[in-house]
């Protein structure tokens, strides 16, 4: 059984370039919401159990996309605090949790299957999606220990500078065993740099109590973009539309 929390209540301060007063998910790229790519790559899950966690202009989202359960999220604590704001509708589920951005258009359903595939075949309390990449993005990297296996994830503001020279960055999607994510959220605080609640926290939290912790690694290419910005928003329409032409 599977579940997915798509996080989408950020009011995207940066993305404001013109008048137009908009969640940041609600952003068009190529003529759709970022939203809409998103929940169409997951389409292969039921919209009743695709919970979308909303907050700035929630109204927008809610009338934009109906038949999909929503969550809110009343301040914006970060991405643990986020996912802790979908726990009513997590509570009495026995299965696995699919969590990802919706302002991640550009990963695929083909990715988003393969790391739920993976997380069951392997049988995984957590299967985190990684991917190296040489660019400069201010994501997570994945620390690995001596025999290769999970460790914890670092957030970029967090890294030292022996840190940030890893090229194996955090997605921000992940897989978990339902009952096991909310033990740990319970755990998790705002003592970094941002004052914040972390979601990568969750992974090393699950490790030290024992939960097994795997890591799906890909070459995630143009898909492991994040749009904060209009430039990146742009650069995302520019791989949009190359996909389209390839699709004929």
């Known amino acids: 059984m599977i579940k997915a929390v798509v996080l989408a209540a950020g009011k995207g301060t940066r993305m404001q370039a013109d008048d137009r007063d908009a969640p940041k998910v609600m952003r068009e790229a190529c003529g759709k919401p970022m939203l809409w790519y998103v929940l169409d790559a997951l389409s292969f899950i039921e919209k009743k159990d695709v919970v979308i966690v909303v907050g700035y202009m929630r109204n927008e989202i809610i009338d934009s996309f109906k038949g999909y359960r929503y969550a809110f999220q009343y301040e914006q604590l970060g991405t643990g605090h986020a996912v802790m704001s979908a726990g009513d509708e997590l509570s009495e589920f026995d299965g696995a949790v699919l969590v990802c951005y919706g302002d991640m258009r550009v990963i695929s359903r083909e990715t988003y299957e393969t790391l739920i595939n993976e997380h069951f075949e392997r049988d995984d309390d957590c299967t985190i999606l990684s ?113 389209i032409s390839e699709n004929g």
């Open 131 to 243: 991917g190296d990449s040489a660019a400069d993005l201010p994501y997570g990297r994945i620390i690995r220990d001596q025999n290769g296996s999970f460790q914890e994830i670092v957030e970029a503001g967090d890294c030292t500078t022996e840190q940030l020279m890893i090229t194996e960055l955090n997605s921000g999607v992940y897989v978990f065993r339902a009952e096991m994510l909310l033990k740990a959220l319970k755990s998790i605080s705002n003592d970094n740099a941002q004052g914040e609640y972390y979601l990568t926290d969750v992974p090393a939290i699950m490790l030290a109590g024992g939960a097994k912790v795997g890591i799906h690694k890909r070459s995630l290419g143009d898909e492991i973009i994040g749009v904060n910005t209009p430039a990146q928003l742009k650069q995302v329409e520019e791989i949009i539309t190359a996909r």
